[in-house]
C-alpha cells in the first residue's frame, strides 16, 4: 500500500475545466482525517465504492465520520481512525462560462404572413453554469477523469436551435417584426430551455439574440420596398428607371449616340416594365406603399335576353314564351293576327291570310279606366280583375 494522501485539491490554469476528478485515473488513498478544500466557485463530490456519499461546498473538510457520517456504513475504522481507505473526488466548477456563441448551421424554414415561406439564419450568445453538481456529474460527466466546456457547448447549441425554432414558428407572423421582438423571443426561448439545462444539473444564465436574418434574396426584397416607402411608388419607378439608363448608356459596345438611345429605350422599357415586375417580385398578396387592394374584376355583364310583355298583367316573360308565369294568360306572337294567327309583318294594319284588323280591339279597365287588350282579365295599370 503507498503513501496515504492527506491535502486534496483542484486547481485550473484555464477557465474551460467544469469538472475534475482526483485522481485522474482509477482511485486514491485517502486517509482519515485528510483535508479537501474546495474554492469558493467549486465543490466537491465525494465518492466511494462507485456511491456519491456527500457534497462538500467552500472551505477546508476533514475526513471523518463526523462530517461524512455515510462512512460509517461503508468502512470500518480498526486502528484509532487513521487506516487508508479508496476513494474519489470529482470537483465541479460553478463559475459562469460566458460569451458562448450559438448560431444555426442550417436556415430555419419559416412560413411568413406576408413573404410566405422564407428561410432565417439566427446568431446570439449565451452562459451558462453548473447548479447541481451530483446530478452534473452523474448525467454528463460520468467516469471521466476531466470535463471542458467545449465538450457539452455543441450540444446545448443544439437544444436552443430547437426550442428557438419552435417558438418563432408558434409566436412570430412576419419578418419585418423581427426587430422589435428580439428581447421577447429571447425571454420566450429562455424559459423554454430552462427544464431541458436543468436535468443535467445546469442553468442558463443568460441568452441574447444579436441577428435573425432572411437570405440575401428576401433582404433585397425588404430593401426595394423600403426604397418605395420612402421615395413614393412613382419616384422609385423613375429613380430606378433612370439608374437602369444610365447602366445601359455604359454597357460595352454601346458608346456615342448609339449607346445613349439605347439607355433611353431601355429605360423607358424599363419605366413600363416597373409595375408587372415588382409585383412578381413581391410575391402575391403583397401591395406597395400606397397602393390601394385591386377590386375584383367583375365578371361581364350577359346581354339581357329581349322579354314579352303579357297582355294581360304585364309582367315581362322571356321571348317565345306562349303563357305568362304570372296569369297564365296567352301570351300573343308578335305580329300574329289577332283573329286567325297568322304571322303578318311589322307595322300591318289588316292579316294578309284573313283580312282581319291587326290591332285587337281596346277595353277600359272598369277602376281605373286605363285602356287594356281585349279579353284582358287583370289591368296593367291598377291590377284589377277584369270581369
Same mark, same amino acid.
Given at each position: 500500500m503507498g503513501l496515504a494522501i492527506e491535502v486534496v485539491q483542484s486547481l485550473d490554469d484555464t477557465g474551460e475545466l467544469i469538472c475534475s476528478r482526483f485522481p485522474a485515473s482509477g482511485d486514491a488513498d485517502l486517509k482519515m482525517g485528510a483535508q479537501v478544500i474546495v474554492r469558493e466557485?467549486?465543490?466537491?463530490?465525494?465518492?466511494?465504492?462507485?456511491?456519491?456519499? /456527500?457534497?462538500? $461546498?467552500?472551505?477546508? +473538510?476533514?475526513?471523518?465520520?463526523?462530517?461524512?457520517?455515510?462512512?460509517?456504513?461503508v468502512m470500518s475504522i480498526p486502528f484509532g481512525g487513521d487506516t487508508p481507505f479508496k476513494a474519489e473526488v470529482y470537483y465541479v466548477n460553478h463559475k459562469v462560462f460566458p460569451n458562448i456563441k450559438w448560431g444555426t448551421r442550417e436556415?430555419?424554414?419559416?412560413? /411568413?404572413? %406576408?413573404? +410566405?415561406?422564407?428561410?432565417?439564419r439566427a446568431f446570439g450568445i449565451m452562459s451558462y453554469k453548473v447548479e447541481d453538481a451530483q446530478v452534473f456529474v452523474n448525467t454528463i460527466v460520468g467516469t471521466k477523469g476531466s470535463f471542458q466546456a467545449d465538450e457539452i457547448n455543441d450540444f446545448l447549441k443544439g437544444i436552443i436551435i430547437g426550442r428557438l425554432t419552435d417558438f418563432l414558428g408558434e409566436n412570430l407572423k412576419s419578418v419585418f417584426d423581427l426587430a422589435r421582438y428580439y428581447d421577447e423571443i429571447g425571454s420566450g426561448t429562455k424559459s423554454r430551455l430552462k427544464d431541458d439545462f436543468g436535468k443535467y444539473g445546469m442553468s442558463l444564465e443568460d441568452f441574447i439574440i444579436?441577428?435573425?436574418? !432572411?437570405? %440575401?434574396?428576401?433582404q433585397k426584397r425588404i430593401d426595394e420596398r423600403s426604397g418605395m416607402a420612402a421615395l413614393g411608388m412613382n419616384d422609385y419607378m423613375r429613380y430606378s428607371a433612370a439608374q437602369a439608363m444610365?447602366?445601359?448608356?455604359?454597357?460595352? $459596345?454601346?458608346?456615342? @449616340?448609339?449607346?445613349?438611345?439605347? *439607355?433611353? $429605350?431601355?429605360g423607358l422599357g424599363m419605366g413600363m416594365m416597373m409595375p408587372g415586375m415588382f409585383a412578381q417580385a413581391m410575391g !402575391?398578396?403583397?401591395?406597395? !406603399?400606397?397602393q390601394q387592394a385591386?377590386?375584383?374584376?367583375?365578371?361581364?355583364?350577359?346581354? !339581357?335576353?329581349?322579354?314579352v310583355k303579357c297582355p294581360a298583367c304585364g309582367t315581362d316573360n322571356a321571348q317565345g314564351a306562349k303563357f305568362c308565369a304570372n296569369c297564365g294568360q296567352k301570351i300573343p306572337t308578335p305580329g300574329a293576327c289577332p283573329k286567325c294567327g297568322a304571322a303578318n309583318a311589322p307595322g300591318a294594319r289588316f292579316c294578309s291570310e284573313c283580312g282581319g284588323p291587326m290591332a285587337a280591339p281596346k277595353a277600359k279597365c272598369?277602376?281605373? *279606366?286605363? %285602356? @287594356?287588350?281585349? *279579353?284582358?282579365?287583370?289591368?296593367?295599370?291598377?291590377?284589377?280583375?277584369? %270581369?
Open positions: 466557485s467549486q465543490s466537491a463530490v465525494f465518492f466511494r465504492g462507485g456511491k456519491a456519499l /456527500d457534497t462538500f $461546498g467552500p472551505g477546508r +473538510h476533514t475526513l471523518t465520520t463526523a462530517n461524512i457520517p455515510l462512512l460509517q456504513q436556415p430555419i424554414p419559416f412560413r /411568413d404572413t %406576408e413573404l +410566405h415561406l422564407v428561410r432565417l444579436n441577428a435573425i436574418t !432572411p437570405p %440575401e434574396e428576401v444610365q447602366n445601359a448608356s455604359k454597357a460595352e $459596345g454601346g458608346g456615342g @449616340m448609339a449607346g445613349t438611345g439605347m *439607355g433611353a $429605350g431601355m !402575391p398578396g403583397m401591395m406597395m !406603399p400606397g385591386p377590386a375584383a374584376a367583375a365578371p361581364a355583364a350577359a346581354a !339581357p335576353a329581349p322579354m272598369p277602376k281605373c *279606366g286605363a %285602356e @287594356m287588350e281585349a *279579353g284582358t282579365k287583370f289591368c296593367s295599370e291598377c291590377g284589377n280583375k277584369v %270581369e
